[in-house]
């Protein structure tokens, strides 16, 4: 079962070759069902380490609350390209430019569930950069000016990055060398578990430190996060809403297994840095939001607020651990749903600029009650379940430091002003210059065809839908969370020393 996760999405892979766009959306839905399928199946029945492929992967409690959110949030995002290809091809977009969409987009999702469950830290280096190949090709799809700099600007500093982070590795081998030998051994990840206390803590804390600006760097942790508002904002929505959901947190998994082997020799010093770049980060990324006029760029530093948080919290330990596994997939979903909301409103007004956009409840009443439900939800307001993840984390904060408890959350609070004050103008506000007349009109009139084909705001309703639903969802977890994902969050957070709360 466990193999299932690898195979279906290499299966995919080979099949978007061969077969045409249209019927590939269709395998596409086939085939992210089953892999979602598979990955609850594994949650429900999980209850220790399960190593296969000859050792070389494994599955635990932490990748496997990861595993759980690609899976999910990879299905929505397949019903969302199964009408954002056929929207873009009636908007006059070739079917030749999306020959390559799916290739590229399963290549991704291949190569993060290879690093996910890796056993190998050579092994997750090798998909972590294979993500980087594989999106790079993805930003630059609308072929522009602006999307090729974001692309060579993601591919030099994430190709960077992810040298600093293969430095890492070798300094960690060099010491688990001592006790395995010059082996596949001295890079298992489990193996090195096992040896904590015998490996020397002054290679170990350095290799951390490299792999946190290494990995940290494809995670968005400033200052290395240049390259992520400007790959999020010119990216296809879809995958804008896969590189925020989870890609960030494919890379956090390595800056987290590092921590782990740290804590395993006894080094608990890392949590400092944890929460020095995370703090950092929500500082930046709260200054950066109120000066945005793209409204992608907008969502691609609240991926940077939210990923800042989730370290914090991974550093700060106790009751936080909790809400930083829960803020992993919460924000994968709300995430999804902002992005993907987003893409419906570009893919009509073709606008990325927020002066551009006014009077959304009137226009598109549907997708402009999903963007500023969406900001609620990613801000941490009830009833979304990011509410519960911010809570736990913040409780965590003020327990430790009750004055940067306050200092934290003045920026959360900063941070949500910026995104629903901007949000709110598209919402109701009144366009106020020729050319944003014309853009509305634009959009409001469209041809009877179009209403009629593609559904409320002229695109296909799978575009409306997936993120309604992703939002929907969100909004249950808030109130009800199954009890095997419970299990799997209680678990994983005691190798970080969560403390129990369930």
């Not at 969100?474 to 969370?481: D, T």
Request: charged share 10%; net charge positive; proline share 3%.
């Amino acid at each position: 079962m466990y193999e299932l996760v690898l195979i279906l999405p290499a299966a995919a892979l080979i099949f978007s070759i061969f077969i045409d766009v249209l019927w590939m959306s269709y395998v596409q839905l086939i085939i992210s069902t089953l892999v979602f399928l598979t990955v609850a199946a594994i949650s429900l029945f999980f209850h220790s380490i399960t190593v296969f492929f000859g050792g070389l992967f494994f599955v635990d409690y932490i990748n496997l609350v990861i595993l759980i959110t690609v899976s999910v949030l990879e299905l929505f995002v397949a019903f969302y390209s199964f009408g954002y290809v056929r929207t873009e091809i009636k908007h006059g977009l070739s079917k030749r430019k999306f020959k390559f969409y799916y290739f590229w987009k399963n290549l991704f999702i291949f190569s993060m569930m290879v690093s996910i469950m890796s056993n190998n830290l050579g092994i997750y280096w090798t998909g972590l950069e294979a993500t980087t190949l594989a999106t790079a090709l993805l930003v630059s799809f609308n072929r522009t000016k602006e999307s090729f700099e974001a692309t060579w600007r993601y591919v030099i500093m994430c190709s960077a990055g992810i040298a600093i982070g293969l430095f890492a590795i070798v300094i960690l081998y060099f010491t688990t060398s001592q006790v395995y030998g010059e082996s596949l051994k001295s890079l298992s990840f489990i193996n090195i578990m096992r040896a904590g206390s015998e490996l020397d803590k002054n290679f170990l804390m350095l290799a951390f430190i490299l792999a946190l600006v290494g990995f940290g760097t494809k995670v968005g942790f400033a200052p290395m996060h240049n390259w992520l508002p400007d790959a999020h904002s010119q990216a296809p929505s879809p995958v804008s809403a896969l590189l925020s959901g989870v890609l960030l947190n494919t890379a956090l998994l390595g800056i987290l297994r590092f921590y782990q082997i740290n804590v395993s020799a006894g080094i608990y010093y890392p949590r400092y840095f944890l929460i020095g770049f995370g703090f950092f980060t929500i500082l930046v990324s709260a200054f950066s939001i109120i000066k945005q006029t793209d409204y992608k760029r907008l969502f691609a530093f609240s991926s940077m607020e939210n990923m800042g948080l989730i370290a914090l919290g991974f550093g700060i330990g106790g009751i936080a651990v909790i809400g930083s596994l829960f803020q992993i997939l919460f924000h994968a979903l709300n995430k999804g749903a902002l992005f993907l909301s987003s893409g419906n409103v570009l893919a009509v007004t073709h606008e990325r600029k927020i002066e551009k956009i006014r009077n959304l409840s009137k226009n598109f009443p549907i997708t402009g009650l999903m963007l500023l439900f969406g900001v609620m939800g990613i801000s941490g307001m009830p009833p979304f379940a990011m509410f519960l993840g911010e809570i736990y984390i913040m409780f965590g904060v003020f327990k430790t430091n009750i004055w940067f408890g306050f200092l934290v959350f003045l920026l959360l609070i900063f941070i949500f002003a910026g995104l629903f004050s901007k949000i709110l103008k598209m919402y109701i506000g009144v366009k106020d210059d020729e050319n944003g007349r014309q853009n509305e009109n634009r959009a409001n009139s469209g041809t009877d065809k179009d209403n009629q084909d593609r559904g409320e705001i002229g695109v296909h309703p799978f575009m409306l839908y997936a993120p309604l639903i992703l939002l929907l969802i969100s909004s249950i977890l808030l109130f009800y969370i199954p009890s095997p994902f419970l299990h799997i969050v209680k678990s994983a957070s005691a190798e970080f020393g969560g403390k129990i709360i369930f």
